[in-house]
T-cell receptor
Framework: GAVVSQHPSWVICKSGTSVKIECRSLDFQATTMFWYRQFPKQSLMLMAT?????????EQGVEKDKFLINHASLTLSTLTVTSAHPEDSSFYICSAEYINGGVMQYFGPGTRLTVL | KQEVTQIPAALSVPEGENLVLNCSFT??????LQWFRQDPGKGLTSLLLIQSSQREQTSGRLNASLDKSSGRSTLYIAASQPGDSATYLC???????????????FGKGTKLSVIP
């Protein structure tokens, strides 16, 4: 149980286009989901906390107008990278919070974004 | 905010050796601490989770300890195998009132190479 999926697993796009990444909790409901970014040989950096039915909370330095987050349901959060540029190329990983006697995050497999 | 440091950044050992990976954190009000494994270009695999009330957790050849008073955790790997080669990430889970949620803060990881 507690499986999180991401789609797509990889995407290549031209500079200036927008890319949407989906994060789904497959067998549990998640009021809270998280979006992370990981540059090569770096650790995961939290970008934003996504809450179902309300606006996302962005970490300092993350542009909310560039990285649009929508938590439309208890099993789906989307991250849209708007007007992508080569510097946005990164590995994006989502996680979903699972509460069952304790609090844990389950992670998706990640999405590799390459902007040409 | 929580800061997590992992040393060493990289470690190379011969097959069969026992080894210890170190993780330190600054905020002792930790809810739980997790160790993850990440293979190149892949997502995260959760290895062990230690609740704040626990001192250690074991799974197979892995043993993780938590000492909140000193702000340290260790991951012990017994009888290392080439298949253990990966990057190991430590993450502290804390409650942040500003975001209204628990957040994981990751270290930069230790890249382990087990030489056959």
């Amino acid at each position: 149980g507690a499986v999180v999926s991401q789609h797509p697993s990889w995407v290549i796009c031209k500079s200036g286009t927008s890319v949407k990444i989906e994060c789904r909790s497959l067998d549990f409901q998640a009021t809270t989901m998280f979006w992370y970014r990981q540059f090569p040989k770096q650790s995961l950096m939290l970008m934003a906390t996504s809450n179902e039915g309300s606006k996302a909370t962005y970490e300092q330095g993350v542009e909310k107008d560039k990285f649009l987050i929508n938590h439309a349901s208890l099993t789906l959060s989307t991250l849209t990278v708007t007007s992508a540029h080569p510097e946005d190329s990164s590995f994006y990983i989502c996680s979903a919070e699972y509460i069952n006697g304790g609090v844990m995050q389950y992670f998706g497999p990640g999405t590799r974004l390459t902007v040409l | 905010k929580q800061e997590v440091t992992q040393i060493p950044a990289a470690l190379s050992v011969p097959e069969g050796e026992n080894l210890v990976l170190n993780c330190s954190f600054t905020d002792s009000a930790i809810y739980n601490l997790q160790w993850f494994r990440q293979d190149p270009g892949k997502g995260l695999t959760s290895l062990l989770l230690i609740q704040s009330s626990q001192r250690e957790q074991t799974s197979g050849r892995l043993n993780a300890s938590l000492d909140k008073s000193s702000g340290r955790s260790t991951l012990y790997i017994a009888a290392s195998q080439p298949g253990d080669s990966a990057t190991y990430l430590c993450a502290g889970n804390n409650l942040y009132s500003g975001a209204g949620s628990y957040q994981l803060t990751f270290g930069k990881g230790t890249k382990l190479s087990v030489i056959p």
